[in-house]
């Protein structure tokens, strides 16, 4: 587990995915969630595939301010992102 300060108000929490392993070593993936204050609002889950989960709930400027900016992070380039509820998210956040 990993917690990662990325800006102000702003930070990722990273840990071995709990319910996904990679297929040929049977190693746990790795799951990222992204925090704007203390909210849940985005969901990076790494593997062959990796997908992004975005919240499709507004809370404010300054969060999506801090979705768009992780978004265009390097690491995040070329990563399919989908809108999703909020609940799929909190879904993620409620595991650990």
């Known amino acids: 587990m990993k917690i990662n300060h990325i800006g102000s108000n702003v930070l990722e929490f990273t840990t071995k995915d709990k319910n996904r392993r990679r297929e040929s070593t049977e190693e746990q ?4 969630i992204l925090f704007s204050y203390s909210t849940p609002v985005a969901v990076r889950l790494d593997g062959p595939e990796p997908l992004i989960y975005k919240t ?7 969060t999506s301010k801090h979705i768009n900016a992780w978004l265009k992070n390097d690491r995040n380039d070329c990563i399919r992102v ?7 998210i909190d ?5 650990y």
């Open 29 to 32: 993936m790795m799951l990222t």
């Open 56 to 62: 499709n709930q507004f809370y404010s400027k300054t």
């Open 82 to 88: 989908k809108v999703v509820n909020q609940e799929l």
């Open 91 to 95: 879904s993620y956040t409620n595991r």
